[in-house]
């Protein structure tokens, strides 16, 4: 595993980890056959907060273990987060940098920069997944049409806009619904400045912003294999939200694989169970199943 510095053509940085992992034998064997081309290459949107992955790394992806083949494995950062950062105090900078453009921008740049790197290098991925991981899930379908991936995984996420899961959830739980009527009393108002005014701890334009993806139409759209992996116990997933989705790819005559885990909460743990490894072995079975490039 690698910790390196990106320097984004602004001038300014974030940390990315990088992590190799084989094909299993019998894999091996057959992309040997074919030179200068990598199997995975899979980038992964971490979630919400200013807390780096080095803590769960290598052993987050425990059971994506090479039945598809070699996998190559990126996490971009978003802007200041330190190698050691735990969410503890995130501080004003990454505050005023957090908001779905800025992720964009980065995660683009990002994966620009890699693809044109192994392409120098002669290697051509057979498959490029991108990796959506609770918040992370908001933007993996977007960057997924931008870098023409052929695979979208989702982790911990309903496929719903963010307010609509907000609102939701709000409409359930008596004590989200004095946060939520705060939240739309604060969007009824553009500030001088968005990105000083807070509310629930972000800022107005992060706010602003997500509330306008529309995630269940960018999943229609995607056009390309989606997995997407969910604790039933999950507390930020709404009752029904995962039916209804279901409901809309079988509507549009599009597939969607649905994993879910049962008792297991947002970390897909949950009663004693880490069901991690359990979908992340499925993952790697469903890019050995589903088409590559």
């Not at 992370?136 to 307010?163: D, M, R, W, Y």
Request: glycine residues 8%.
């Amino acid at each position: 595993m690698n910790l390196s510095d990106f320097r984004f053509a602004d001038g300014g940085h974030a940390i990315y980890y990088q992590l190799e992992k084989s094909a299993l034998p019998l894999s091996r064997a057959l992309a040997s056959q074919t030179a200068g081309v990598t199997d995975n290459l899979m980038f992964v949107i971490s979630g919400s907060d200013c807390i780096s992955m080095g803590a769960f790394l290598p052993q987050y992806f425990t059971g994506l273990e090479g039945e598809s083949g070699s996998i190559n494995i990126f996490i971009l950062h978003k802007r200041y987060i330190p190698p050691g950062g735990n969410g503890v105090s995130c501080g004003e900078a990454f505050v005023r940098n957090d908001y779905p453009s800025r992720w964009q921008a980065d995660q683009l740049e990002f994966i620009s920069a890699q693809l044109a790197a192994l392409a120098q290098r002669g290697q051509h991925p057979k498959r490029l997944i991108i990796f959506g991981i609770s918040e992370g899930a908001e933007l993996a379908p977007i960057l997924a049409q931008h870098v023409h991936a052929t695979h979208l995984v989702l982790v911990s996420h309903a496929g719903l806009n963010a307010l609509d899961a907000y609102r939701t959830l709000a409409q359930q739980h008596a004590s989200m619904q004095v946060g939520w009527q705060q939240l739309q009393a604060a969007l009824g108002e553009v500030p001088a400045d968005k990105d000083t005014m807070r509310i629930h701890g972000r800022s107005w334009r992060y706010w602003s912003e997500i509330a306008t993806i529309p995630q269940q139409h960018n999943l229609l759209q995607a056009g390309i294999p989606i997995l997407l992996g969910v604790g039933e116990a999950d507390p930020v997933i709404p009752p029904f939200a995962l039916d209804h989705l279901q409901a809309a790819f079988q509507a549009a005559n599009r597939q969607i694989r649905i994993l879910r885990f049962p008792n297991a909460g947002h970390n897909l743990a949950g009663d004693g169970e880490n069901y991690l490894p359990d979908f992340m072995h499925q993952l790697d079975n469903w890019l050995l199943e589903t088409p590559a490039r």
